[in-house]
């Protein structure tokens, strides 16, 4: 029986309140042997190829099922019933469109709310791109993987090679819901540990008094945070969004991060960052003119 975590239910509140949080990715490919001779994409064989690979995956034919009250935390189920075609779909653009064309049918899709009552994600295919290049648009609900975790899950459904191996989907048969019976008696578990270690808390004074100092820092800057100023990146927001591609080389990113003994996601934030202080500075003193090509 696996429960959300407290970091799982983050997003789906966010959901509650009118603010999906969805993750997604988007990536060209080449569309030899995904385009038929008559410029139609070939859906129905990259189901084919895809349906084998699907048990990697478990979470791809995962509800969240949250049970009534007093029988704990949200939690993982199967869904009762899996269509693939429901998650791998097909969307074509103009013919010979071009990447404002592809990102602007990326955005409309986003929009889209993932339906809760199936596993919430998508890979949608955008063929029209010229030199027959395909798009494809994937997004899965946070609560489901983290970035990097997404990014993965999805490269575990797709080859890396052309024309590989086709092997036989094994059989899938959705587990049932836990009973309530069976919800009490693992909250109730749970619970007893939580207990335990609130026991072994008190037990130990000392070492308990000594995380409450060293966590108090961050209390003390929560509980005493002043209000901020509004600004053009704080202010309530509609649901419509402009994608753009920001590109840069990855391998000056690995040497400018070991330089300085730091990640490839520090070099990113700092960028970011340096942006948003730009931008911000620019805001405050209107006469300075601000350069976006940073």
Same mark, same amino acid.
């Given at each position: 029986m696996e429960r959300l975590g407290v970091q799982d239910l983050a997003p789906l509140r966010g959901d509650d309140a009118g603010w999906p949080w969805d993750?997604?990715?988007?990536?060209?490919?080449?569309? !030899?042997?995904?385009?038929?001779? /008559?410029?139609?994409?070939?859906?129905?064989a990259v189901r084919r190829a895809i349906e084998p690979k699907l048990h990697?995956?478990? $979470?791809?034919?995962?509800l969240v099922y949250r049970p009534p009250l007093g029988l704990g935390w949200p939690l993982w189920v199967d869904a009762p019933c899996f269509d693939l075609a429901d998650?791998?779909?097909?969307l074509p653009l103009p013919a010979g469109a071009d990447q404002a064309q592809l990102l602007l049918a990326c955005e409309q899709l986003r929009r889209r709310r993932l339906d809760p009552s199936r596993p919430r994600w998508e890979a949608w295919f955008l063929p029209g791109l010229a030199h027959r290049r395909v798009g494809l648009f994937v997004r899965l609900h946070h609560a489901m993987a983290d970035g990097v975790a997404g990014v993965a899950a999805f490269g575990g459904l797709f080859d890396l090679g052309a024309d590989p191996p086709a092997p036989a989907a094994p059989p899938w048969t959705p587990a049932p819901v836990p009973s309530a019976r069976?919800?009490?008696?693992?909250?109730?578990? $749970?619970?007893?540990? +939580?207990? /335990?270690?609130?026991?072994?808390?008190?037990?130990?004074? &000392?070492? !308990?008094?000594?995380? &409450?100092?060293?966590?108090?820092p961050a209390w003390r /800057?929560?509980? !005493? +945070?002043?209000?901020?100023?509004r600004t053009s990146l704080n202010r309530p927001i509609g649901p419509d969004r402009t994608l753009a591609l920001v590109r840069s080389r990855l /391998?000056?990113?690995? !040497?400018?991060a070991h330089a300085h003994d730091a990640t490839v996601n520090d070099v990113v934030l700092a960028a970011v960052t340096g942006g948003l202080r730009d931008l911000l500075r620019a805001a405050a003193n209107p006469s300075r003119t601000w350069c976006c090509a940073r």
């Open positions: 993750i997604g990715a988007v990536a060209i490919l080449d569309g !030899t042997g995904l385009v038929d001779r /008559d410029g139609r994409f070939r859906i129905e990697s995956v478990p $979470r791809f034919r995962q998650h791998v779909r097909v069976e919800l009490l008696a693992d909250n109730m578990h $749970r619970r007893g540990h +939580e207990l /335990d270690r609130a026991l072994s808390s008190l037990a130990d004074p &000392a070492g !308990t008094l000594r995380r &409450a100092r060293r966590g108090w /800057d929560a509980l !005493t +945070e002043k209000r901020v100023s /391998d000056v990113a690995r !040497t400018i």
